[in-house]
């Protein structure tokens, strides 16, 4: 049984360029959330997609956005990239919704911008 | 969503009991208290979940006081490869976001 896969593991983009970020979810999961980890930080929370709806936000500008198909899996886009969004991304995914229960993390897409 | 609060690094040795503390002072009537490990490069991974009381599985042990308002997780005789960052967090089980905290940086030594 896969776990969460997510693709590519690493990406270098310029400042101005525009990211594509993939996730598969464990396998029975239809619950997709994606995190952004600079350096020595906590992950922070972007968004979540549930039923191919943005369910729930976190503080991040409208340049993230997202996208979830009906197969679950789900793409993470950045537009106009920033220095500052150099960062490891991570997708999680739950059962039915339930995202507090118990949350699988893939290993992330480490993304350098220059 | 109740915060957290945590020790920012901890030092062990191999074989020593690790005992994590958080505090979630305005924890909420349905928040469930949750731990995460995470190694360098990779995603957090599970721990342990509780509501109250203790919780024991077979990585490790989760101690709940009565008024909830601090978690203290345990993992016994730890080894080197215990070396990473533990995170608490506080949330309802269907609740939208995990909010994470800087977490505690844990080092077991030989």
């Known amino acids: 049984d896969a776990g969460v896969t997510q693709s590519p593991t690493h990406l270098i983009k310029t400042r101005g360029q525009q990211v594509t970020l993939r996730c598969s979810p464990k396998?029975?999961?239809?619950?997709v959330s994606w995190y952004q980890q600079a350096l020595g930080q906590g992950p922070q929370f972007i968004f979540q997609?549930?039923?191919?709806?943005?369910?729930q936000r976190g503080n991040f500008p409208d340049r993230f956005s997202g996208h979830q198909f009906p197969n679950y899996s789900s793409e993470l886009n950045v537009n106009a990239l920033l220095l500052g969004d150099s960062a490891l991304y991570l997708c999680?995914?739950?059962?039915?919704?339930?995202?507090?229960?118990?949350?699988?993390f893939g290993s992330g897409t480490q993304l350098s911008v220059l | 969503l109740a915060k957290t609060t945590q020790p920012i690094s901890m030092d062990s040795y191999e074989g020593q009991e690790v005992n994590i503390t958080c505090s979630h002072n305005?924890?909420?009537?349905?928040?469930?208290i949750t731990w995460y490990q995470q190694f360098p490069s990779q995603g957090p991974r599970f721990i342990i979940q509780?509501?109250?009381t203790k919780v024991t599985n077979e990585v490790a042990s989760l101690f709940i006081p009565a008024d909830r308002k601090s978690s203290t997780l345990s993992l016994p005789r730890v080894s080197l490869s215990d070396t990473a960052v533990y995170y608490c967090?506080?949330?309802?089980?269907?609740?939208?976001?995990?909010?994470f905290g800087q977490g505690t940086e844990l080092s077991v030594k030989p």
């Open positions: 997609y549930y039923e191919e709806e943005e369910r």
């Open positions: 509780g509501y109250k």
């Open positions: 396998s029975g999961h239809d619950t």
């Open positions: 305005n924890i909420a009537t349905n928040d469930y």
């Open positions: 999680a995914s739950s059962p039915q919704g339930r995202t507090n229960e118990k949350l699988f």
């Open positions: 967090l506080v949330g309802d089980l269907e609740g939208g976001k995990l909010i």
